[in-house]
């Protein structure tokens, strides 16, 4: 995950930060912003399904995946 530093800058009657090109969104993004205290997370408004899954393939695969016995569980009596 990258890692930059920026600074805040004034626009108009607005403060603005410059996102640098290791973490831009592109061009016409419409952005989500969530403050909690001094850490605010950036998001685009909206993604599609397909996005997302191309998003989650990118990630890096587990290790290891756990499996399940595959023992049959006994029937409880009054369930």
């Known amino acids: 995950m990258p890692v930059v530093r920026t600074r805040t800058f004034r626009s108009g009657n607005s403060q603005a930060v410059r996102l640098p090109k290791d973490v831009a969104f592109g061009d016409d993004v419409e952005l989500v912003i969530v403050r909690s ?21 990118t990630l890096p695969a587990p290790p290891d995946v756990e499996r399940r016995d595959d023992e049959d569980l006994p029937e409880r009596e009054g369930l």
Request: no cysteine.
């Open 37 to 57: 205290g001094d850490v605010m997370t950036i998001y685009p408004a909206e993604t599609t399904i397909a996005e997302m899954i191309d998003r989650l393939r």
